[in-house]
């Protein structure tokens, strides 16, 4: 099984929610560090995407700043993707808290069954 390295978008300035979306409180934790740890279980390596400073209470996080500034959600999967190490990337975002060990799993099988032909 290949390895595949996870990439979680938290860099944008959620205008239309009113404050970083991130951050709000979910299951009794921060909503990034929720995504965060359900990622960690189930990736070799997260490469979190955002602000170091705003993010640094992920204490074992990989916190990558853009490297494009302000460039929107493309420059943070660039930014991620540069980072990786790794053929394989899963990229979400800092929003998405119901995505499941079943989703990881079916992901990852899809990997296997159908490796990239050379």
Known sequence: MPNINAILLAGGQSR???SDKALISFAGMKLIEYIYRNLDQNFKKVIV???????SFLK???IREDIF???GPLAGIYTGLYFSKSRYNFICGCDMPFLNNQYFSFLKEEIRIHPKKK
């Open 49 to 55: 995407v955002g602000s170091k400073t705003e993010y």
């Open 69 to 71: 500034q302000n460039k």
């Open 60 to 62: 074992d996080a990989e």
């Open 16 to 18: 239309r929610f009113g």
